[in-house]
T-cell receptor, first 111, second 116 residues
Framework: EDQVTQSPEALRLQEGESSSLNCSYT??????LFWYRQDPGKGPEFLFT???AGEEKEKERLKATLTKKESFLHITAPKPEDSATYLC????????????FGKGTLLTVNP | GAVVSQHPSWVICKSGTSVKIECRSL??????MFWYRQFPKQSLMLMAT?????????EQGVEKDKFLINHASLTLSTLTVTSAHPEDSSFYIC????????????FGPGTRLTVT
């Protein structure tokens, strides 16, 4: 059974204070490691897909990296508008492809 | 691009009635659509996967006779909650995947269902 564990559960930062979120996983046949952002009462917003160890992707203040066992979402000089829950998910399966989500990290950035 | 809509965004119904939720891919053809539910402060739990023109595949523990899923076209899937009960109150979210675009799933804004 695929498993995804995210840490910390909650993170409070001051504006401009860089940090990282962790996503560790076990999966049989990885078909993508996904990061999403979810605001309260809304559906997840797609951020990144990583497919192989060593891969990195960036978008504005966010950078996602991937190893064989975990992924990190680095947030550089965050702003209050970066406050949200960040979800990590792994994809697996062929014809029965599906995503397994972690519980998320609630990020709060104070001005 | 990759926009998914859901309707309604929220609904209140009485116990014993049925509710239909629509999920549409607005700018791409969704070969596969997924339905999730999310309880407060919990992560997304996959309920079922549907491919256009085929019967949905339900996750273990999800009652297929209670949660009816139809994926009649490449842009529309519906979830009908039959004989709803208060314990069915939750946040229902759909996602869509375009087969030719990799494994990314794009999510709708969600539907808040409250059963009284």
């Amino acid at each position: 059974e695929d498993q995804v564990t995210q840490s910390p559960e909650a993170l409070r930062l001051q504006e401009g204070e860089s940090s990282s979120l962790n996503c560790s996983y076990t999966v049989s046949g990885l078909r993508g490691l996904f990061w999403y952002r979810q605001d309260p009462g809304k559906g997840p917003e797609f951020l990144f897909t990583l497919y192989s160890a060593g891969e990195e992707k960036e978008k504005e203040r966010l950078k996602a990296t991937l190893t064989k066992k975990e992924s990190f979402l680095h947030i550089t000089a965050p702003k209050p508008e970066d406050s949200a829950t960040y979800l990590c998910a792994v994809g697996s399966g062929g014809s029965n492809y599906k995503l397994t989500f972690g519980k998320g990290t609630l990020l709060t950035v104070n001005p | 691009g990759a926009v998914v809509s859901q309707h309604p965004s929220w609904v209140i119904c009485k116990s014993g009635t049925s509710v239909k939720i629509e999920c549409r891919s607005l700018d791409f053809q969704a070969t596969t659509m997924f339905w999730y539910r999310q309880f407060p402060k919990q992560s997304l739990m996959l309920m079922a996967t549907s491919n256009e023109g085929s019967k949905a595949t339900y996750e273990q523990g999800v009652e297929k006779d209670k949660f009816l899923i139809n994926h009649a076209s490449l842009t529309l899937s519906t979830l009908t909650v039959t004989s709803a009960h208060p314990e069915d109150s939750s946040f229902y979210i759909c996602s869509a995947r375009e087969l030719s675009s990799g494994y990314e799933q794009y999510f709708g804004p969600g539907t808040r269902l409250t059963v009284t």
